[in-house]
């Protein structure tokens, strides 16, 4: 019998602050108390350390196929090791269903990519693309037998990922009379596509163009619009990447109704505005994700959104592209779109910074407390996408997934001493206070300091169950 011995941490959960001992025993939390017995256990002294249940980062593109040859930049190894750097022990990525696909085995391509790789836990949500009666047929078994409770469907990149409304009404109905929940990237993506077409054809080829053609009404139309289909269909709903004030208030009003309407935000929403689009140079080409960094109001938003419940997660849509060309080719690179900001991949990196940047600017500056904290990163996500007691728990019975957090190192963020693959990070040069010391996944210490423990395909695939039933 393998026994680890944490003693004298400050153990912080969703709902408990208290200074203790945690006994795991073969990777599950056995007992946590005062002077637990150390015999043969492999002991870790936490003193002056914060103890947090592993991070769950629900949003994430690990080596993902974008279209036109272009791949994200992080493999699931790299990834999933940068994620354990930043305090994140279980991922949930996606599995994407091309055109005249199906959607099991969409699953089936992404499991086996997986699972030789991640060096942390992992699940995938679902993208449908291609929503027909044979792929709404697969539904309940990837529920019930595969573990897939949540899937993905885009309002925006019409003739690529978009799927109309009746396809948007008929996923939720079938999913969620399964116990499963549809996830929305919500925009217009028509309108979008209007002012995208609009830009080029005035000659406006520069990244800022990606910002000024997705503005954030267009955001909180599709986010209405979405609530009212889900609320018609009876399910609860779920936004992606949520950024817009605009799109916040929808759910604010939903939510205020009885409506069981959920949503997440991301740190890159929470920490910079549209202000990096005036870098000089195709430097604001790094800054290019969907949607596009907003403004102050919406900033303000978002924070009183974490703050009040109205915004249940923060991820961090971790979807990496080199700036420069990198030894896999250019197609991976932000180089791609130099030319017309409606070529460059979409996304940015993200996935090691989570804890830090939440806990510097989130905890430490008064926004949100400890308890918060570790509901918006590691309990919220475990109990929306079905993996709660097992993670996102400190808690006898649980998996042994923590982070020893000290509350007082000082450090800069810089692409110089990240594990991604990605060659530039988007905060670079940021002082933060706040450091993920040690990392165990199941019981295994995985990172120590700047050592690096674990090993490829340690992760292992978590089947869920229902998605979205958290009330
Ligand atoms: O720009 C982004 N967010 N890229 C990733 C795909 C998505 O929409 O989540
Ligand atoms: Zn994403």
Known sequence: MNSVLIQNGRIVTATDDYVGDILIRD?????????????????????DLLV??????????METPMGNGVYTCDTFESGTISAAFGGTTTIIDFAQQFHNDSPKAALDRRLAAAAPQCCVDYAFHVILTDVNPSSLGELPDLINNDGVSSFKLYMAYPGVLMVDDAAIFKTMRKAGSHG?????????????????????????????FHQMTRPSLMEGEA?????????????????????????LAAVVEARDRGIHAFAETCPHYLFLDHSEYDRPDFEAAKYVMTPPLRDHHCQHALWRGLKFDDLQLVATDHCPFCFNENPLGILKSKQYGR??????????PGVELRLTLLYDGGVRTGRINLNRFVQLTATAPAKMFGLFPRKGAIAPGSDADLVLFDPNATHRISASNHHSLVDYSLFEGREVTGKVRKVFLRGQCIVDGEQWLGKPGMGEYLPRKASGRVL
Do not use: C, W
């Open 27 to 47: 990777g599950v939390i056995e007992a946590i108390g005062h002077h637990l017995p150390a015999e043969n256990a492999e002991i870790h002294d936490a003193t």
């Open 52 to 61: 947090f249940p592993g991070g769950i980062d629900a949003h994430v593109h």
């Open 180 to 208: 499963g929940m549809a996830l929305l990237h919500a925009e217009n993506g028509l309108v979008i596509q209007a002012l995208i077409e609009e830009a080029l054809e005035e000659g406006n080829t520069s990244p800022k």
């Open 223 to 247: 986010a209405h619009r979405v609530i009212r289909i889900a609320e018609l269909a009876e399910v609860p709903v779920y936004i992606v990447h949520l950024s817009a004030e605009e799109a």
């Open 339 to 348: 030319e017309n900001f409606n070529k460059i991949p979409n996304g940015a």
